[in-house]
């Protein structure tokens, strides 16, 4: 039900404060270089993102933490920009890895993990050997994903099983959500440097 509306005559005597901007610490997406690639609304991706962070919480305390391989699909397949991500003093190997059961949406320039039973996911896995370094993850990744537990697949052969991976939170069949691919190669040359604080790559 709406309120009642004040009549003119006195309505502008009120000192109505203005709109306050809603707090996050969802960082802005970085800005797209002329003609690099389709723009994206940063209110639009705000917007999602700020909903996301209100209505997805989870309390990461529930459990105590564990060391566990985490299995990358987006930037942090990138070995410097993990490493910037998370201060470590030398760039971690990582393995080059897949999992079953998930597909990639994207969410703007970002990919998210949703459900898929007959989908497939390429990226890497790296192990998490402190509650610090998951943390720092989480904040990373914001609370428009969520954590799950995946068997990841390593191209050099062999399985492990109770791995970790960030997947999208939300509604999988969301209207936020586009179909598409992550393109490391274009992410590395437009937007690792706002992350881990390099020039681009001209070539």
């Not at 470590?88 to 393995?95: G, H, N, R, S, Y």
């Not at 586009?178 to 706002?194: A, N």
């Amino acid at each position: 039900m709406c309120a009642n509306i004040p009549s003119q005559s006195w309505a502008t005597d009120l000192a109505i404060p203005p709109l306050s901007k809603p707090k996050s610490s969802i960082p802005r997406p970085p800005t797209f270089p002329p003609n690099a690639l389709r723009s994206i609304s940063n209110s639009a991706f705000l917007r999602v993102m700020t909903a996301a962070n209100a209505s997805n919480k989870r309390d990461y305390t529930e459990s105590p933490f564990r060391p566990c391989h985490l299995f990358f699909y987006g930037s942090l397949m990138d070995p410097e920009v993990l490493q910037d991500v998370l201060g470590l003093p030398e760039i971690p190997a990582v393995k080059r890895a897949s999992i079953t059961g998930f597909s990639v949406k994207m969410l703007g320039i970002y990919p998210v993990l949703v459900p898929d039973k007959d989908g497939k996911v390429s990226g890497t896995l790296w192990e998490v050997t402190s509650e610090a370094q998951f943390l720092r993850l989480v904040e990373y990744e914001t609370s428009a994903y969520t954590w799950c537990e995946c068997d990841v697949e390593l191209n050099d052969g062999g399985t492990l099983h109770n791995c970790r991976t960030f997947c999208w939170a939300g509604d999988p069949d969301s209207e936020d959500l586009e179909d598409g691919s992550f393109d490391l190669e274009r992410y590395q040359k437009y937007f690792k440097s706002s992350v881990a604080g390099r020039r681009p790559s001209t070539e």
